[in-house]
């Protein structure tokens, strides 16, 4: 199984471009998430969903957007990046509604906008 | 609001000795679920430990065990023998009944020789 994949793993942006980080998963999880990581602020959820069709705001949701249209898919559109929106992303899955199923997460998307 | 507070953001041990990782949380529900993620310099995310909240028993993974203090809101992780490949960040979580998984800032532990 290849789990959670992400790409790309590395993008650079000029301030103002948009771009979708891919996520997918083969697990048949039904929960999906996405967070970015920035130094001394751990991982910040921005979006999430409990199952297709179903999206939810996380902690830092401004200037981006999901959808859920097929269960394994769920990409993160930045609309107009920001030098702010430099992090790593990480993509993360679960079967959800039960805490013993743990996130299974991406290795990760470094974004740099410039 | 559901919050996580990892107060250390930096430690360093000898290996073989035993450390222990703080974590505290805040949340409205009463039952919910806890987690220990490490994260090593790969980058790679990956679960140590969890716990439910309506289980009393503290949960424990070969070397690794959480001191679950309920009233508190305490959730410590404990490293026994540790080893040079304990070293990495270590990132305390919590998922209440809305399914949001919420993470603290972490803890970057470093094993020494």
């Known amino acids: 199984n290849a789990g959670v994949t992400q790409t790309p793993k590395f993008q650079v942006l000029k301030t103002g471009q948009s771009m979708t980080l891919q996520c997918a998963q083969d697990m048949n999880h039904e929960y999906m998430s996405w967070y970015r990581q920035d130094p001394g602020m751990g991982l910040r959820l921005i979006h999430y969903?409990?199952?297709?069709?179903?999206?939810d705001q996380g902690e830092v949701p401004n200037g981006y957007n999901v959808s859920r249209s097929t269960t394994e898919d769920f990409p993160l559109r930045l609309l107009s990046a920001a030098p702010s929106q430099t992090s790593v992303y990480f993509c993360?899955?679960?079967?959800?509604?039960?805490?013993?199923?743990?996130?299974?997460f991406g290795n990760g998307t470094r974004l740099t906008v410039t | 609001a559901q919050t996580v507070t990892q107060s250390q953001p930096e430690m360093s041990v000898q290996e073989a000795e035993t450390v222990t990782l703080s974590c505290t949380y805040d949340t409205s529900e009463n039952n919910y679920y806890l987690f220990w993620y490490k994260q090593p310099p790969s980058r790679q995310m990956i679960l140590v430990i969890r716990q439910e909240a309506y289980k009393q028993q503290n949960a424990t993974e070969n070397r690794f065990s959480v001191n679950f203090q309920k009233a508190a809101k305490s959730f410590s992780l404990k490293i026994s023998d540790s080893q040079l490949g304990d070293t990495a960040m270590y990132f305390c979580?919590?998922?209440?009944?809305?399914?949001?998984?919420?993470f603290g800032k972490g803890t970057r532990l470093h094993i020494l020789p």
């Open positions: 979580a919590s998922m209440n009944r809305d399914d949001k998984i919420i």
């Open positions: 969903s409990v199952g297709a069709g179903i999206t």
């Open positions: 993360a899955s679960s079967y959800g509604r039960r805490g013993d199923s743990p996130l299974h």
